[in-house]
């Protein structure tokens, strides 16, 4: 290994970095160095605290909170690599090999370099720091049998580096055709949004089963319930006794255990503490012994998971540890240890060889085999090569083709894709934790609200598209100035791209909530309705932001390439902004609401009517500032230029 | 006279395309050879062969009696040689003056030798004024002045230049002109690729012309001018004709009408009463 070379290119990444700050603006450069300061506050914080953690907690708890402990502290280090990895993909200026295979440097030095630059990541200067201190508390209170958490942790440490080294380098050897970077980009964001709900939808899972009717608990009478539940508390605990490798048979377990929460959710919500007597540290403590119930009930599942996922691999193996006694204190954490090297083991040999082939040349950067291939049959046009021919309905033939020109960009751009559907995934796991949570207790009158809510928050994957229309545009934008055609055409012509999409969403939103919390046929229309006035309204505001505060988007992904104190501003103010214009959209449900509440039920469908009234009005209100836009946007169209075009830092 | 470059039955194929087809190249030292062919042609793939930047299907390569795709020999090669990429792999978060550092410090070089033919370089290649301009800010010729820089700095044995003279302003292409003369002179090899005919013509000592992958053409400029050929004639002889090729436009056949006619049916343009 040439130490030159790794000085070198360690001064490389420095210059980058410092000068990549030198660029941004003032306002970006201090929220730099907050971000950076707070970082490193919490750095040592983390890792302070996780030594200092106060352990009588957790004395109370089953042995099996170690186990949920490691593994939420790996699921917090993983969502942070993640985000790191995803992060680091979507950089314009990674230091693939391809910047320095025309120079003299050695395989093993390209590899070299790569690999430890790969040490140096968000989630290892935050987290790792919690990790030991965690680590070394958790010696300090169990003694030196502990000790070789440590190994655990490197083994742990060394995976995690491995296989991100393994993983970045086969996908950027994927990315390098464009399109498909761009695929795997938004593939990999929606993945990674979907992974890290997963926790969170096995809790509302989890919680859904011991849930509890909460009216009728406040009117039960304790007492009873109290003394059955202390006296098979009790017993469970005699029981659970019997058992000193703390492995009692799992259906018995489970019969008892689901016999003590039947129980357990008998209890009153406003029972006090006294008459739990909680400050003791009495084993009879109801609710501590439910609390550990539903610890190793939960310990089940994340033992599970943490078997076959390798990253749960520490948790197991440092489980293991704690109890302490057998052969399976030593064998487990020992076969982890191994696992976790051998998988570092493999996945660097793997990158290696990659790295091989890429300096022989045996893998091309510029993958020309990944070229559509030109058979005489693929020439016919697709569905989406005639939208650029269409003349769609309302509009005139210069605004049908800017709406071709910006659909067709929109269907080939799956960054565009992720953003439009985003929305729809939250909704998704909101409706999902409703359909979880008893929704029939929400009432009837109030579900339209509910509705437009739904709508209005798929109508934000919109505005994240449509408030910097021209910024997504790129070099493009300066066709659409150097055509003959009226810039208001040009905005009704990009407003009516959104609008499949924006329908579109919208009714699947509204659907998933119309399953999780029907509300009447009326209300459900009117709602609909509703969709094309909020649509013109977000458009609206797309507009003015996308003429006031243009940005650079880099190719293949959403992020601006340079932004500034005063557009980042602007961007915000009108997005908070447009709740307060979505207000009107209230008037017809909330008079249909009054006149049932008022007047009774008059069988007619005012909601419905009321909020066809309003999208004529707003239709109206649109034909009339849209053309107004249209002048500021010929007034402002050179900056906009300018600013969509800079290729920023 | 020893060759700097030689190839046999030299092949590239990307699934059933073959962008090169069994080239034989040879090239002397001392050689100032321009490398031609249309768009397409497999210029650049040829350059990425000979430079061990993409391995090829079949065939041999020798650069400098070494072979690119021994792992040993081409970190060997890799500092003999000097090499301006077809993407020209440069940094955009890096200044001129940054980036050459860098490149000096990878090939080892001493920190005064690396500052003082900086400033050479950066003088002749009229990017001295720049030094706080990020080489994203730069425009295209820039770009291609620092990366033509970059690879001159190690005082390469060989050049490897695909398209070198591509967007580079006139000032600029004469000096670069001139400072590659003198370094063929010396005793040096230059291989570049360009479309530039008047280019080639001037500058070159041998020219090979590609077409379709394969090496039509491998000849000395000399013994085209004793034929009283010009270069342009002899590639458009070679390369020139394609059997049904549209060579015009329908519509240009015809006188175009009045204004008046021409916009009967056109947009009004630019709005002049909007708001």
């Keep these: 290994m040439n130490l030159t070379h790794l000085r070198t290119i360690t001064w490389l990444r420095w210059r980058i970095i410092a000068n990549q700050f030198r660029k941004i603006g003032r306002g970006h450069q201090i929220l730099s160095i907050f971000l950076v300061v707070v970082g490193f506050l919490a750095a040592i914080t983390m890792g302070v605290s996780g030594f200092a953690m106060p352990l009588p907690i957790l004395e109370k708890a089953p042995l099996s909170i170690y186990l949920l402990i490691w593994a939420g502290l790996s699921m917090v280090y993983f969502t942070a690599w993640a985000i790191g990895v995803l992060t680091d993909l979507q950089q314009k200026e990674p230091l693939t090999l391809d910047k320095f295979l025309h120079l003299p440097i050695s395989p093993t030095n390209a590899f070299i370099n790569n690999f430890l630059s790969s040490f140096l990541s968000f989630s290892t200067v935050l987290i790792f720091p919690a990790l030991l201190g965690f680590a070394g508390r958790m010696v300090a209170m169990f003694g030196m049998r502990m000790a070789p958490i440590f190994l655990l942790l490197f083994a742990f440490f060394l995976m995690i580096m491995a296989l991100t080294y393994q993983f970045r380098g086969w996908l950027g050897a994927l990315m390098l055709n464009k399109r498909r970077r761009r695929a795997i980009l938004s593939f990999a964001t929606i993945m990674f949004v979907i992974v890290v709900q997963i926790p969170n939808m096995i809790n509302m899972a989890y919680q859904s089963s011991t849930s509890t009717n909460l009216e009728e608990l406040a009117e039960t009478d304790s007492s009873p319930v109290l003394e059955e539940l202390r006296a098979s508390q009790e017993e469970f605990d005699k029981w659970l006794n019997q058992f000193s490798n703390g492995k009692p048979p799992s259906d018995e377990l489970d019969r008892r255990l689901e016999e003590l929460t039947r129980l357990t959710d008998r209890l009153p919500v406003n029972l006090t503490a006294t008459e739990l007597d909680l400050d003791s540290a009495s084993p009879t403590d109801p609710r501590q012994q439910r609390l550990n119930s539903q610890i190793i009930q939960l310990a089940e599942y994340v033992r599970l998971a943490c078997c076959i996922i390798p990253f749960g691999w520490l948790a197991i193996g440092i489980e293991y540890m704690v109890v302490g006694q057998g052969i399976h204190t030593v064998l487990i954490p020992s076969l982890c240890f191994v696992g976790m090297l051998g998988i570092s083991f493999f996945s660097l040999r793997r990158a290696y060889k990659s790295t091989l082939r890429l300096y022989r040349g045996e893998v091309a950067f510029n993958d020309n085999s990944t070229k559509a291939k030109q058979t005489p049959g693929s020439s016919r046009p697709t569905w989406i090569n005639r939208l650029s021919e269409k003349k769609f309905p309302l509009l005139n033939e210069q605004q049908s083709a800017v709406t071709g020109m910006t659909l067709i960009s929109l269907l080939r751009a799956p960054e565009a894709k992720m953003v439009l559907l985003s929305p729809l995934l939250v909704i998704l796991l909101i409706g999902g934790s409703f359909a979880f949570r008893n929704a029939e207790n929400i009432p009837v009158s109030l579900r339209v609200f509910g509705g437009l809510g739904a709508i209005s928050f798929t109508m934000l994957g919109i505005m994240n598209l449509t408030n910097n229309q021209f910024g997504y545009d790129r070099q493009g934008f300066r066709c659409l100035l150097l055509s003959p055609v009226k810039r208001v055409d040009i905005l009704i012509g990009k407003n009516a791209a959104y609008a499949p999409f924006a329908f579109a969403i919208g009714a699947i939103g509204l659907g998933l909530m119309q399953c999780f919390i029907p509300m009447p046929i009326d209300n459900f229309l009117a709602t609909l309705v509703q969709l094309g006035t909020i649509f013109l309204i977000t458009c609206l505001m797309g507009n003015l932001m996308s003429i006031k505060a243009p940005l650079a988007i880099s190719s293949g992904t959403m992020r601006p390439t340079n932004i500034n104190l005063s557009v980042a501003t602007i961007h915000i103010l009108l997005t908070l902004l447009l709740p307060i214009c979505l207000l009107p959209t209230l008037i017809p449900p909330g008079i249909d609401l009054l006149v049932n509440r008022f007047i009774g039920s008059t069988y007619v469908p005012i909601d419905l009517l009321l909020s066809l009234a309003l999208l004529i009005v707003t239709l109206v209100v649109y034909r009339f500032i849209v053309a107004r836009q249209a002048g500021l946007l010929r007034d402002r169209e050179s900056i906009i230029l300018e600013a969509v075009t800079h290729i920023g830092s | ?275």
């Design chain 2, 1 to 275: 006279m020893t060759i700097a470059i030689e190839t046999h039955g030299l092949t590239r194929q990307f699934g059933d395309q073959t962008a090169v087809d069994h080239v034989d190249l040879q090239v002397n030292t001392g050689t100032f050879y321009g490398f031609l062919g249309p768009n397409g042609a497999g210029k650049s793939t040829t350059i990425k062969m000979l430079t061990g930047l993409l391995a090829p299907t079949s065939g041999a390569v020798g650069i400098l009696g070494l072979n690119p795709f021994d792992t040993d020999q081409a970190i060997e090669i890799k500092r003999r040689i000097g090499v301006v990429p077809e993407n020209l792999s440069l940094f955009d978060n890096l200044t001129a003056r940054e980036y050459l550092t860098f490149v000096g410090r990878m090939f080892l070089l001493e920190k005064t030798v690396i500052q003082q033919r900086s400033d050479e370089l950066l003088a002749l290649m009229q990017l001295e004024n720049e030094h706080k301009k990020l080489t994203l800010e730069y425009s295209h010729g820039m770009k291609k002045k620092l990366a033509l820089a970059a690879a001159m700095l190690p005082n390469p044995d060989l050049l490897f230049l695909d398209e070198p003279f591509e967007g580079v302003d006139a000032v600029a292409s004469k000096v670069i002109r001139n400072t590659l003369a003198e370094f063929v002179s010396r005793g040096s090899t230059v291989f570049l690729t360009s479309h530039v005919m008047e280019v080639v013509e001037r500058l070159c000592t041998h020219v090979g012309i590609i077409s379709a992958g394969k090496l039509v053409q491998q000849t000395s400029l000399e013994i085209l001018k004793q034929n009283n050929q010009s270069l342009e004639s002899c590639f458009l002889e070679i390369v020139g004709k394609r059997e049904g090729a549209v060579e015009t436009l329908s519509w240009l056949d015809h006188k175009k009408s009045s204004p008046e006619d021409a916009n009967d049916d056109s947009q009004p343009g630019l709005e002049s009463s909007q708001p």
